[in-house]
């Protein structure tokens, strides 16, 4: 009778768990979403998070709970701090300033232990720990790039929907809605956030000036200033719209052509980059003492220090050089 018992039980609890979750999970789940869009489009008076200092409204959105909230405190007063949040803002990573400087400093501490078990060079362990330190920023820094090109791409298809929906009789806040719900990250998300604000009370012309702060791409300013413009002096907005789209998909036509021009420079900067740490692999297989002397000597760890720096200036210069702004 026990695998009897256990079996029925089993299969009992199983049910009760199975009509909780279709009874419980819907409504947990639209009060998370519900939760989140309310911190999304929460805002703090201007000077402080706990209440008022003058009679003008801040734009800045509560944050998410750092593991060090001095760090968040102290960059809210700084311009440092304020660029860093939004970099953060940006990129679309889910952290804060203090949970960047605790991976930051953990970065650098997995730095200076590698080099401290490779190496007796105070210098080289210096550079591995300030190399750490910077990993972090350096790869928040790339996924804002990422972010912002994808968002520029996407850009020309939000005009677009735009235009149709106000040629289609609707309000461009409404507009603005239809483009949230439709259109994919991180385009979606970020109109989202603009039409939740004036949504919840923020007036428009406000939260489209916190999207130009938010997000650092040119056109987005352009279509912030034609559609404040056209609300002061009237006009066809949809045909703006038309245009401007017309305007960032040409654009993106002689950038394209721009990058298939100085594609050489670009090869050309990484294959500088990349020769000598092959040829130095190379040579530790092919004459492992004569290697074992640059890396052993002070005078031949100077030299690797050099080339080191030289290489990565070069690169950057080159980087500069092909870089045309379009």
Not at 43 to 61: I, K, N, Q, R
Not at 153 to 180: N, Y
Not at 257 to 278: C, I, K
């Amino acid at each position: 009778m026990l695998p009897a018992v256990v079996v029925f039980f089993v299969v009992a609890g199983l049910v009760v768990a199975a009509f909780a979750a279709l009874t419980y999970l819907p409504e947990m789940l639209a009060t998370r979403r519900l939760d989140q869009r309310l911190r999304d489009v929460s805002f703090a008076p201007s000077g402080t998070m706990t209440g008022p200092s003058s009679d003008e409204s801040s734009v800045l959105m509560h944050e998410k709970t750092s593991p060090i909230p001095m760090v968040d405190r102290l960059a809210e007063r700084t311009s440092a701090g304020l660029g860093l949040k939004r970099l953060i803002d940006r990129s679309g990573v889910k952290t804060t300033p203090g949970a960047l400087l605790i991976m930051s400093i953990a970065s650098a501490s997995v730095g200076m232990l590698v080099s401290v078990l490779a190496t007796e060079q105070p210098l080289v362990r210096l550079g591995a720990a300030l190399a750490g330190f910077v990993i972090p920023f350096i790869w928040l820094k790339r996924k804002a790039t990422v972010r912002m090109r994808r968002f520029e791409e996407q850009f020309p298809e939000a005009l677009d929907l735009l235009s149709r929906a106000i040629r289609a009789g609707h309000a461009f806040q409404t507009a603005l809605g239809m483009v949230a719900s439709e259109l994919p990250p991180p385009v979606g998300p970020e109109f989202k956030k603009t039409f939740d604000q004036q949504n919840f009370g923020l007036p428009l012309r406000d939260a489209l000036n916190e999207m130009t702060e938010r997000i650092t791409v040119l056109d987005v300013k352009f279509f912030v200033t034609a559609v404040l413009i056209q609300r002061d002096t009237g006009g066809n907005l949809a045909e703006i719209l038309d245009n401007l789209a017309h305007v960032v998909r040409e654009r993106f036509k002689i950038r394209r052509q721009v990058r298939v021009h100085t594609a050489h420079g670009r090869l050309t900067g990484y294959v500088l980059l990349a020769l000598p740490a092959a040829l130095a692999i190379a040579l530790s297989f092919i004459n492992p003492e004569h290697m074992q002397t640059l890396f052993h000597e002070r005078m031949g760890q100077e030299m690797i220090m050099s080339a080191v720096v030289m290489q990565t200036v070069g690169y950057f210069w080159i980087r500069h050089v092909i870089k045309i702004e379009v």
